[in-house]
């Protein structure tokens, strides 16, 4: 299985997942059609399956169009968000395990960013597309959700094995770097990883994916047990501290 990359609107990533050998493709959240459409076009391939982590607009926006050039795609998305999401079929609920292009993947409830969310956890690849909920370097902001849920969220992804692909939804590095530096000005991973991600961007190279490895060394939403975090939080309790660096980077 291939995954592809495409970058759209202002931020935005699409990721195309393909198989060569059945030209079957399939789809993570796709804000608009025309570019997917071109890329498998090029590949030749049939879009078999649309997989939604959320309903916001610049998840679903290419799925009636993708839907009206292939209409057998099945379209995928957590159990909660029934009503929310075009065309969904499929509705998934935690544990949930589903094959696409001949790849097991594994559902996990994540709410936070909504209250419906959910990512896609290829087990033998170790690919993760989680949408809004863990970036690089940072997470969603909590639209319909509690900290105490997000917390949890964070820490089932984070729990994964520290070789996990991180595929998420945003180019948001950089700027989440940046705030991560004034709560962990002297991490010298993040130092690190903040001077390469600069020189990334300054190119235009993405900095997605990301590893579950490079998140506990360096993302202050999955390391709420650093003391560094509890002297810049001014908490020592899990939720406590997320909730506060959460507020802290909704201002900043
Ligand atoms: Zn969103
Ligand atoms: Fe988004």
Same mark, same amino acid.
């Given at each position: 299985?291939?995954?592809?990359?495409?970058?759209?609107? #202002?931020?935005?990533?699409?990721?195309?997942?393909?198989?060569?050998?059945?030209?079957?493709?399939?789809?993570?959240?796709?804000?608009?059609?025309?570019?997917?459409?071109?890329?498998?076009?090029?590949?030749?391939?049939?879009? &078999?399956?649309?997989?939604? &982590?959320?309903?916001?607009?610049?998840?679903?926006?290419?799925?009636?169009?993708?839907?009206?050039?292939?209409?057998?795609?099945?379209?995928?998305?957590?159990?909660?968000?029934?009503?929310?999401?075009?065309?969904?079929?499929?509705?998934?609920?935690?544990?949930?395990?589903?094959?696409?292009? #001949?790849?097991?993947?594994?559902?996990?409830?994540?709410?936070?960013?909504?209250?419906?969310?959910?990512?896609?956890?290829?087990?033998?690849?170790?690919?993760?597309?989680?949408?809004?909920?863990?970036?690089?370097?940072?997470?969603?902001?909590?639209?319909?959700? &509690?900290?105490?849920?997000?917390?949890?969220?964070?820490?089932?992804? @984070?729990?994964?094995?520290?070789?996990?692909?991180?595929?998420?939804?945003?180019?948001?590095?950089?700027?989440?770097?940046?705030?991560?530096?004034?709560?962990?000005?002297?991490?010298?991973?993040?130092?690190?990883?903040?001077?390469?991600?600069? @020189?990334? #961007?300054?190119?235009?190279?993405?900095?997605?994916?990301? &590893?579950?490895?490079?998140?506990?060394?360096?993302?202050?939403?999955?390391?709420?047990?650093?003391?560094?975090?509890?002297?810049?939080?001014?908490?020592?309790?899990?939720?406590?501290?997320?909730?506060?660096?959460?507020?802290?980077?909704?201002?900043?």
């Amino acid at each position: 299985m291939e995954i592809c990359r495409l970058p759209v609107r #202002r931020d935005n990533y699409i990721f195309l997942l393909y198989d060569a050998q059945s030209r079957r493709a399939a789809v993570v959240d796709p804000a608009d059609a025309p570019p997917v459409l071109t890329q498998l076009s090029q590949w030749q391939a049939e879009l &078999t399956d649309i997989l939604i &982590t959320h309903h916001h607009g610049d998840h679903i926006g290419g799925i009636s169009e993708l839907k009206h050039v292939f209409p057998a795609a099945r379209v995928y998305g957590g159990a909660g968000d029934r009503g929310r999401i075009p065309e969904q079929e499929v509705f998934l609920e935690d544990g949930d395990r589903l094959t696409v292009l #001949r790849q097991p993947a594994e559902v996990l409830f994540v709410p936070g960013h909504t209250s419906a969310h959910i990512a896609y956890w290829f087990t033998k690849t170790a690919d993760l597309f989680c949408g809004d909920t863990l970036f690089a370097g940072g997470c969603g902001r909590l639209f319909e959700g &509690t900290p105490a849920q997000m917390l949890q969220s964070l820490d089932r992804l @984070r729990n994964l094995p520290p070789e996990t692909q991180v595929w998420c939804a945003h180019e948001y590095t950089l700027s989440n770097l940046t705030f991560a530096l004034t709560v962990e000005p002297t991490n010298p991973a993040l130092l690190e990883r903040y001077t390469s991600v600069q @020189r990334c #961007r300054e190119q235009g190279i993405p900095t997605i994916p990301t &590893t579950i490895a490079q998140e506990l060394a360096t993302n202050p939403f999955c390391r709420w047990e650093q003391p560094s975090l509890h002297q810049a939080t001014g908490y020592d309790e899990p939720v406590r501290v997320f909730a506060k660096l959460r507020g802290m980077k909704d201002v900043f």
